[in-house]
T-cell receptor, first 111, second 115 residues
Framework: EPEVTQTPSHQVTQMGQEVILRCVPI?????FYWYRQILGQKVEFLVS????????KSEIFDDQFSVERPDGSNFTLKIRSTKLEDSAMYFC?????????FGPGTRLTVT | DQQVKQNSPSLSVQEGRISILNCDYT??????FLWYKKYPAEGPTFLIS?????DKNEDGRFTVFLNKSAKHLSLHIVPSQPGDSAVYFC??????????????FGKGTKLSVKP
């Protein structure tokens, strides 16, 4: 069964460093998303992407964040200068229609 | 701003019995609702969904009921199995202008099914 994959599973970085989280969405899906879950809190929407552009973004998704689809299979989330409060699980999701399928997540730890 | 609320943080059920998980929402623009199951250190797994034009959707042991007037939905699992033990998230979305709609999640309900 097709699934969303994410790499790395765990990323540790120092405050102020740039990180890139990678995702491979399900191949026939056209809509891509990033969500995050801070420990003990809700899963929160960050950004959605369709037709090579951002279709929607939340207040969390400020100028420090960017997304890219560098080729036909990968979808990346870049955090330009990480802060302690960026520590969270980051989930990539993709959809063909309304049902979104999630990857296993990347645990980002900012020290 | 809790647009999607799951008021029960936990639920314990005996194996073979029915599990009922509840969810309330406040935004009348939501037109699609989903339930996800999540294990620790894994991503949410899609279970079942329902459009706002329906009031019931069934898939095997899982049934979702939607009461639009009450802005309430519920997930029924019958019969419950120990493998169903996980955190269940309710999520809602509103589509507009060609967007599929981002998901707004509840806080989750931890279901424990005891043998």
């Amino acid at each position: 069964e097709p699934e969303v994959t994410q790499t790395p599973s765990h990323q540790v970085t120092q405050m102020g460093q740039e990180v890139i989280l990678r995702c491979v969405p399900i191949s026939n899906h056209l809509y891509f998303y990033w969500y995050r879950q801070i420990l003990g809190q809700k899963v929160e929407f960050l950004v959605s992407f369709y037709n090579n552009e951002i279709s929607e973004k939340s207040e969390i998704f400020d100028d420090q964040f960017s997304v890219e689809r560098p080729d036909g299979s990968n979808f990346t989330l870049k955090i330009r200068s990480t802060k302690l409060e960026d520590s969270a699980m980051y989930f990539c999701a993709s959809s063909e229609v309304r049902e979104q399928y999630f990857g296993p997540g990347t645990r980002l730890t900012v020290t | 701003d809790q647009q999607v609320k799951q008021n029960s943080p936990s639920l314990s059920v005996q194996e073979g019995r029915i599990s009922i998980l509840n969810c309330d929402y406040t935004n009348s623009m939501f037109d699609y609702f989903l339930w996800y199951k999540k294990y620790p250190a894994e991503g949410p797994t899609f279970l079942i969904s329902i459009s706002s034009i329906k009031d019931k959707n069934e898939d095997g042991r899982f049934t979702v009921f939607l009461n639009k007037s009450a802005k309430h939905l519920s997930l029924h699992i019958v019969p419950s199995q120990p493998g169903d033990s996980a955190v269940y998230f309710c999520a809602a979305s509103a589509s507009y202008g060609g967007s599929q709609g981002n998901l707004i999640f509840g806080k989750g309900t931890k279901l424990s099914v005891k043998p």
